[in-house]
Each structure stands twice: as structure tokens, then as C-alpha cells.
């Protein structure tokens, strides 16, 4: 029965520093998009009052490589999560067969040996149990922070969009105006020649003629 608590111990590792390592992975994601967790109100206070001076993280966030990484997070909690709903249910059932095991040999055949290295498995299977709930715990937690994230994500995105259309909207505005002058620039400078085109319809035959009499 040692061999199944060895293996659970190497999962149980694997599944504890995966998760470990998708807190600190959360909590960069969460400075890059501004949504960080105020355990003090007066830590909110604080940050209120620094708002101005902090950027608007829908203009300098990389959401690329932001959303990979919350989707790698996302995964590796998933994986974790896993680990310790398949091994849980094994440990249960090693240590029910340590139990069969421990009875079915008789008492006269050194069972007090065997019955004190069942207790010491137990306590080891105990524990593994008791870590792995806890580390699965854990998981379901940091999926929940993952998620908020993901919402905030799509709402920065959203806003960034939102910036653009409104930017894209003054500048189109912008242009239409100029347009607009253009335009009325063109139809002045039409007038202009259509009064000079009948000033000389008007002159110019009454000029030839003179200049006809004057030659002759």
C-alpha cells in the first residue's frame, strides 16, 4: 500500500504548485487590467484618489497575450482540478482494501504490527485527502478569479472599441467639414467664373467691334 500514497504524494505535488503558480499568474493578469482585490477600504481610498494618474488600461493593455495567459491559467486549473477529483476516490478505495487486507490476516500471525502500519497509512491517506480537498478547493477559487477576469477582459475590449468608433467618428466628422468647405469653396469659385464668363459675353463682342472700326 505504499506505492498508491507515492503516487498520490507526486499528483498531489503536481496538482498543489500548478495551482501556486496560477495565483501568481492571476494576480499579473489582474495589475495589468486594474482589477485587483481591495481586502482594505482604505487601500480602495487610496486608489481612488490615485485614479487620475493611472492609465486607462483599455489603451495600454496587450489583450493577446493577456488572453493567453488567462487561458493557460484557465487550463492548468482545470487539469489541477482533475487531479484531485480521480485521486480522492483512489485513496478511499486503497485504504478500504488496506482495511480488508489488515482483517483478513489473523491476530496470532503478528497483527498488531500490521494494525499499526494500517493506522500509519491512514493518517498518510487522511492527509493526502484532506490536501487534495483542499487544493481543489483552491482551484475552484482562482477559476472563479480567472473568470472575472475574462468578463473584464471582454468589458476592456469592449471600451477600447468604443474609443476607437468614438475617435474614428470625430475624425470622419473632421473630414466631412473639410469637405463641406471644399464644396462651398468650389461653388463660390463657380460664381466667380460664371460672372466673369457674362461680364466678358458682354464686353468682348462690343471690344472686337471697336477695334474692327478702329483698324478700318
Not at 472563479?144 to 476607437?164: G, P
Request: charge should be neutral; include cysteine; charged fraction near 25%.
Amino acid at each position: 500500500m505504499l506505492l498508491p500514497t507515492i503516487l498520490v504524494e507526486t499528483r498531489l505535488q503536481t496538482a498543489i504548485f500548478g495551482v501556486r503558480d496560477c495565483h501568481r499568474e492571476i494576480i499579473l493578469v489582474e495589475r495589468k487590467t486594474g482589477l485587483l482585490t481591495k481586502w482594505d477600504s482604505s487601500e480602495a481610498l487610496s486608489d481612488m484618489r490615485k485614479k487620475r494618474l493611472i492609465q486607462n488600461p483599455a489603451e495600454t493593455a496587450d489583450f493577446n497575450a493577456i488572453t493567453a495567459d488567462i487561458t493557460s491559467v484557465k487550463s492548468k486549473l482545470a487539469y489541477a482540478e482533475y487531479l484531485c477529483e480521480i485521486w480522492s476516490p483512489k485513496l478511499v478505495a486503497f485504504d478500504r482494501i488496506n482495511s480488508h487486507l489488515v482483517e483478513s490476516v489473523p491476530a496470532e500471525a503478528d497483527g498488531g504490527r500490521l494494525m499499526n502500519i494500517h493506522r500509519g497509512l491512514q493518517d498518510e491517506i487522511n492527509f493526502h485527502l484532506t490536501s487534495l480537498e483542499a487544493t481543489q478547493l483552491r482551484a475552484k477559487y482562482l477559476s472563479k478569479r480567472a473568470e472575472a477576469q475574462v468578463q473584464t477582459i471582454l468589458s476592456l475590449i469592449a471600451q477600447r472599441d468604443n474609443a476607437l468608433a468614438l475617435r474614428d467618428n470625430a475624425n470622419l466628422k473632421t473630414i466631412t467639414e473639410d469637405q463641406r468647405r471644399i464644396a462651398l469653396a468650389a461653388t463660390r469659385h463657380s460664381a466667380s467664373m460664371q460672372i466673369i464668363s457674362a461680364i466678358t459675353a458682354v464686353f468682348l463682342p462690343a471690344t472686337f467691334t471697336a477695334s474692327s472700326g478702329a483698324g478700318t
